[in-house]
């Protein structure tokens, strides 16, 4: 199997709870942001974004919150189901168009 | 049906040998972007390319080259395969422009011994 994220922060969440998975962004200069999920076996897969312009971006089920002055990204996953259990990513344009930077990833383990 | 893929999906090869990785597209995307991935490393970006004509180093290009053979196709070699480079490779593409999504192809897990 996968050894993708043998060292990641794990989140464990009860089905039909509510996920919280944050992450801290390194460049004030950032403008554009984007939560990916990866599954085992499989790349990352979108899942939101949201541009610096914004602090808050609601998709289906999912969140995602901009904090500017501490740099900071959250994703919030609602009602989470065992469909939801993947290594989640945040990302960061770093200025110049489409470069993105990834963070380490969380690792998002759901419990029945 | 994937629109990014990738060949091949598994590799296991031996130090000082060459080896190229393959990726194409059906996105008509025209950017395109070859990234590794290490245990609690996350991605890291290889070489990007905007056009056919324009290729350009990322973060850790030390040991890699690539080439844009057309639009759809972007390839990733190892002129001389070390251990170190043992990991996981993703091809991704986006639109042009600073506010797109990349889209990832399945990965290419390469075991250099």
């Known amino acids: 199997g996968e050894n993708v994220g043998l060292h990641l922060p794990t989140l464990s969440v009860q089905e039909g709870d509510n996920s919280i998975i944050n992450c801290a962004y390194s460049?004030?200069?950032?403008?554009?942001f984007i939560w990916y999920k990866q599954e085992s076996g499989k790349g990352p897969q979108f899942i939101i974004d949201i541009r610096s312009n914004m602090d808050k971006r609601q998709g289906q089920r999912v969140t995602v919150l901009l904090n500017k002055t501490v740099k900071h990204l959250s994703l919030q996953i609602a009602a989470t189901q065992p469909g939801d259990s993947a290594v989640y990513f945040c990302a960061e344009n770093t200025g110049t168009a489409s470069k993105l930077t990834f963070g380490t990833g969380t690792r998002l383990q759901v419990t029945l | 049906d994937a629109d990014v893929t990738q060949t091949p999906r598994n590799r296991i090869t031996k130090t000082g040998k060459r080896i190229m990785l393959e990726c194409s597209q059906t996105?008509?995307?025209?950017?395109m972007y070859w990234y590794r991935q290490d245990p609690g490393l996350g991605l890291r970006l290889i070489y990007y390319s905007f056009d056919v004509k324009d290729i350009n180093k990322g973060e850790i290009s030390d040991g890699y080259s690539v080439s844009r053979q057309a639009q759809a196709k972007f390839s990733l070699s190892l002129e001389s395969a070390i251990p170190n480079q043992t990991a996981l490779y993703f091809c991704?593409?986006?639109?042009?422009?600073?506010?797109?999504?990349?889209?990832f192809g399945p990965g290419t897990r390469l075991t250099v011994l």
């Open positions: 460049n004030s200069a950032s403008d554009y």
């Open positions: 996105k008509g995307h025209d950017r």
């Open positions: 991704a593409t986006s639109e042009a422009g600073g506010y797109n999504e990349q889209f």
